[in-house]
């Protein structure tokens, strides 16, 4: 992949809620990980407990992945998932050495065919 960044990987298994968590994986900028087709050269740096959420057709969900820097030069990575009713889960790591303090970009995906057919993503980026 060559860039520095962050994601998030939902677990996805239909018809089951064991293991359903959020993992935070980190972009190493010296391999070549494919983010949109593999997890493989983004490794996790920690996931949640079991949130045992399913997704169910034609709702709305969202993430969002919130990264601070703090006092110690660490990056706090926090993430929240949430569907119509609120805010299903909230996971924190703190990466203490990060590769960097600017990221350029943001990759979202589902490779399970757990969505089906559907190809669009209505995603919002907002920039502090």
Do not use: K
């Amino acid at each position: 992949m060559g860039l520095p960044g962050y994601a998030v990987e939902l677990d996805v298994e239909p018809g089951t809620v064991t293991n359903q968590d959020l993992d935070i994986r980190r972009s190493d900028p010296s391999t070549s990980g494919r983010l949109l087709g593999t997890n493989s050269g983004v490794p996790s740096i920690g996931s949640s407990p079991n949130l045992g959420y399913v997704f169910a057709p034609n709702t709305d969900y969202t993430l969002a992945i919130d990264l601070s820097r703090n006092a110690s030069d660490e990056l706090v990575i926090t993430t929240t998932f949430g569907d119509p009713s609120g805010v299903i889960g909230t996971h924190t790591e703190t990466d203490a050495a990060p590769n960097s303090y600017s990221f350029g970009l943001l990759g979202l995906g589902a490779s399970t065919n757990a969505f089906g057919s559907i190809n669009a993503c209505r995603c919002t980026r907002q920039r502090y």
